[in-house]
């Protein structure tokens, strides 16, 4: 059973350009939640996906930022005109629950923005 | 909206020797989870331990156990037998409400380092 997968682990835009990040949930999860992580700061959370469905994006910024969850596929998370400011880890995490004692986390996609 | 605290950026332990990482939490949910992961300089979230508000005993996987004081909203990482490889980052974390699932919130993290 393949754990939370997240293509590619790093990824270099330039400035301008637009960023797709990939997040495959574990088999029978059908809950996803994005993350990102600043250089030495913890985890912000961005947004909370279900099928189809955007249950939570609070922590998403109101421009550039978008994230999908289709009925096939992986949850995409896209970010486009990328700034510098942009450059930063992002992690994915699924639930086969809403409320499960353990959100399991893909290894990251680290984001260049040069 | 929660808050969690984590006041020691940095920690040293002796190897084999056990060490708490503190975390104190901000609530006025009466239900709610903790939960603790390790962020070692590769990168990657594991997942170590979760305590629930109404769990009567305090959580232990292996060798990490959470001290969980609840009038106090204190729920502190307890690692024994301290090995070279617990080196890494801390991070405490709480569900932000029942509502919206697993939506954590996450302190600011501590970074133990274990010497040999």
């Known amino acids: 059973n393949a754990g939370v997968m997240q293509n590619p682990r790093h990824l270099v835009r330039r400035r301008g350009q637009e960023a797709r990040l990939r997040c495959s949930p574990m088999?029978?999860?059908?809950?996803v939640y994005w993350y990102r992580q600043l250089p030495e700061e913890g985890l912000k959370f961005m947004v909370y996906?279900?099928?189809?469905?955007?249950?939570?994006e609070s922590g998403m910024p109101k421009e550039r930022f978008s994230a999908e969850f289709p009925k096939e596929g992986p949850s995409i998370l896209r970010i486009q005109q990328v700034v510098r400011g942009d450059s930063a880890a992002y992690f994915c995490?699924?639930?086969?629950?809403?409320?499960?004692?353990?959100?399991?986390f893909g290894q990251g996609t680290r984001l260049t923005v040069v | 909206a929660q808050k969690i605290t984590q006041t020691q950026p940095g920690m040293f332990v002796q190897e084999k020797e056990a060490v708490t990482l503190d975390c104190t939490y901000d609530?006025?949910?009466?239900?709610?989870?903790l939960f603790w992961y390790k962020q070692p300089s590769s990168g990657e979230m594991i997942f170590l331990i979760y305590?629930?508000?109404?769990?009567?005993q305090n959580a232990t996987e292996g060798r990490y156990s959470l001290n969980f004081q609840k009038a106090r909203k204190s729920a502190n990482l307890v690692i024994s037998a301290s090995q070279l490889g617990d080196s890494a980052m801390y991070f405490c974390?709480?569900?932000?409400?029942?509502?919206?699932?697993?939506?954590?919130?996450f302190g600011a993290g501590t970074i133990l380092r274990v010497k040999s």
């Open positions: 995490a699924s639930s086969p629950f809403k409320l499960n004692t353990e959100a399991f």
């Open positions: 088999k029978g999860h059908s809950h």
């Open positions: 996906l279900q099928k189809e469905n955007i249950i939570d």
């Open positions: 609530t006025s949910d009466q239900s709610y989870g």
């Open positions: 305590q629930g508000s109404y769990d009567e």
């Open positions: 974390a709480m569900r932000d409400s029942m509502e919206y699932g697993n939506k954590l919130v």
